[in-house]
């Protein structure tokens, strides 16, 4: 079945990475980014590396007030991977630098899944993803904001699966561990230059002194959590829902 797939904050990272995996499955995909310029470059990308696929772009930066009217009306997969994150020790963590993980962390998969869940339950068909992080478990000291939006999520999918009982629609929560994305390149030159370290050396070290319990032993790449988060978009996942399902290398040490 060919799905109509929406993944926020995917010109780049896990979000494109899934959504190569996607269209190269077949499916509709609509990549987002904040900018025109970004979102229309990153569609091109695509659509060179997947000739057939059918590819959209939505230019919305989940920062600001969203018009809900430039999404597509109808969709079957709603991923909400994005996420911002900065490494700021509390004390100096401003309200605003708050307030902007929780906009653009949780509130976008607030205002699309309200948006577009009704439409899945009345299709009795959908499937709703939203991507947290093993900082929900570890909540670094330096990262206790970003920590605090990804704990939220896990309340707001497992909230939202209560509602679709008896429907062929699912809301899970996928928890990646540390992966090397644009995104992990920014935060470990931020780490690099609060250490006055070069940034190679701060990766290394990275998983070892901060990520201690990671039995992978090293940032995942893009690919092998994309893998993961398209099989969850898919219909073969049909008996997962309310589920928080772990791709973090074991750094959380969770039993559960
Ligand atoms: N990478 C990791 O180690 C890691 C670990 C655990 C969890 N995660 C989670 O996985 C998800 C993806 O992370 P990533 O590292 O792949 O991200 P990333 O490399 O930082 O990618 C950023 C993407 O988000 C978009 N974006 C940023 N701010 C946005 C906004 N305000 N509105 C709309 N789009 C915005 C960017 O688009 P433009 O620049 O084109 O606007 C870009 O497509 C996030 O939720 C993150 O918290 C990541």
Redesign the pocket.
């Known amino acids: 079945m060919k799905n109509s797939v929406l993944i926020?904050?995917?010109?780049?990272?896990?979000?494109?990475e899934t959504a190569r995996v996607l269209a190269n499955q077949g499916h509709k995909i609509f990549l987002?980014?904040?900018?025109k310029e970004?979102?229309s470059a990153?569609v091109e990308r695509l659509q060179y590396s997947c000739k057939e696929a059918d590819i959209d772009g939505v230019v919305?930066?989940?920062?600001?007030p969203i018009d809900l009217s430039i999404f597509p009306p109808n969709i079957d997969v709603l991923i909400n991977?994005?996420?911002?994150?900065t490494s700021k020790d509390f004390s100096v963590t401003s309200d605003e630098d708050w307030y902007a993980q929780f906009e653009?962390?949780c509130m976008?998969g607030v205002r699309l899944s309200r948006h577009y869940l009704p439409q899945m339950l009345a299709s009795n068909y959908g499937r709703i993803l939203f991507?947290?992080?093993?900082?929900a478990y570890l909540a670094p000291e330096d990262m206790v904001s970003?920590s605090s939006t990804?704990a939220a999520l896990h309340a707001l999918s497992r909230g939202l699966a209560n509602t679709t009982r008896n429907s062929g629609v699912t809301v899970n929560t996928i928890?990646?561990?540390?992966?090397?994305?644009?995104?992990?390149?920014?935060?470990i030159q931020e780490k690099a230059a609060q250490q006055n370290q070069n940034p190679n050396q701060v990766a290394q070290a990275f998983i070892k002194s901060e990520r201690p319990q990671s039995l992978i032993e090293r940032?995942?790449r893009?690919e092998e959590?994309a893998a993961l988060i398209a099989f969850y978009a898919s219909g073969q996942s049909s008996a997962v829902n309310g589920s928080v399902i772990f791709c973090?290398g074991g750094s959380t040490s969770a039993t559960f």
Do not use: H, L, M, W
């Open positions: 926020t904050g995917s010109t780049a990272g896990i979000g494109f987002n980014g904040r900018t970004g979102t990153a919305c930066d989940f920062s600001k991977n994005v996420g911002i994150y653009v962390n976008s991507i947290s992080s093993e900082c970003y990804k928890v990646p561990g540390s992966t090397y994305t644009e995104g992990a390149e920014r935060f940032f995942a893009t959590v973090e």
